[in-house]
């Protein structure tokens, strides 16, 4: 059974940061594309960040280049968003995701951002 368990969220004030973790087990990690989405109230997931299974590529919401890091720890199943100097609009729920939206999903994670 695939599972992945994202934690890491919280209230934090404007300018801050939070680093996202997301473990997952029942797959080999390694093999999977992984992304990053958020959900705003009332609004369809958003892709954030995206790395290919090789970490070679990567994509980034253009309101979060810059600011955001997705990366990936293979040997310990778990990916990380590490988001810097955030802003009141990164406010969201932010999933963790592997092998695209008809995949895997967690269970998300809410990130609040204080003005």
């Known amino acids: 059974q695939v599972q992945l368990v994202e934690s890491g969220g919280g209230l934090v004030e404007r300018g801050g940061s939070l680093r996202l973790s997301c473990v997952v087990s029942?797959?080999?990690?390694?093999?999977?594309?992984m992304r990053w989405y958020r959900q705003h109230p009332g609004e369809e997931r958003d892709l954030v960040a995206y790395m290919d299974s090789f970490g070679r590529s990567t994509f980034y919401l253009p309101s979060v280049k810059g600011r955001f890091t997705i990366s990936r720890d293979n040997a310990k199943s778990t990916i990380f968003l590490q988001m810097n100097n955030l802003k009141s609009e990164d406010t969201a729920v932010y999933y963790c995701?592997?092998?695209?939206?008809?995949?895997?999903w967690g269970q998300g994670t809410q990130v609040t951002v204080s003005s």
């Open positions: 995701n592997l092998g695209g939206p008809n995949r895997y």
């Open positions: 029942g797959v080999d990690l390694s093999t999977y594309a």
